[in-house]
């Protein structure tokens, strides 16, 4: 009996001795991404209808499938960020009696606007060149899987258009940091594009 009292004693002290903790848990949070310092190198490949400046921190990959298809044309590239895991998709056309201007515009429009499913919204600003180009870049707010997509054209026989998307599952807050930064690229490039 004494054992008992003892044992209830010491459990009653060692409650009592602990002060309880509140738990609070952690808000959510998102990995810190250290972007590079922006700086361009030129594309400027002959045999390519376009020349346009580019990030140093990433590759060129000549797009040779489109869904399991060969691609229209051998124009089509991507620009990979390996360190941020993005793709910017480049498809190139000719605008013909084929595949006119209004047909081109309208599918780009299409393909933009289909993010308006989880977009909270659709920006579509019209920009112009020094060089004459002219075109329409999309900012796409929200969940989407694309935050930013272009158009641009001379109106008369070059059409390129740009997609830009991440390897991870669309999330707009842990995403923003890296779409403004690569927004301020693609900027770059819209402004210093030219045809050849």
């Known amino acids: 009996m004494l054992r008992h009292i003892l044992l209830f004693s010491l459990f009653v002290i060692l409650l009592s001795a602990c002060t309880p903790e509140t738990y609070a848990p952690k808000p959510a949070g998102y990995f810190l991404i250290d972007t590079p310092q922006h700086a361009y190198r030129a594309f400027n490949k002959p045999e390519y209808p376009y020349y346009f400046e580019y990030p140093v921190y990433a590759n060129i990959i000549r797009d040779t499938s489109f869904f399991g298809e060969k691609p229209e044309n051998p124009y089509w590239i991507n620009i990979t960020f390996p360190s941020i895991g993005g793709t910017l998709y480049i498809s ?26 989880k977009a909270d919204y659709i920006d579509d600003n019209k920009f ?64 210093t594009l030219k045809w050849q």
């Open 92 to 117: 190139y056309k000719e605008i013909s009696a084929k595949q006119p201007l209004g047909k081109l515009l309208e599918d780009a429009h299409q393909m933009s606007f289909y993010h308006s499913k």
């Open 128 to 191: 112009r060149n020094p060089n004459g180009v002219s075109g329409v870049l999309y900012n796409i707010g929200g969940d989407a899987a694309s935050a930013c997509q272009f158009i641009a054209t001379d109106s008369v026989k070059h059409f390129l258009r740009g997609a830009l998307y991440f390897d991870v599952t669309p999330n707009a807050d842990s995403l923003k940091p890296l779409n403004d930064f690569l927004k301020a690229d693609i900027m770059r490039m819209l402004y």
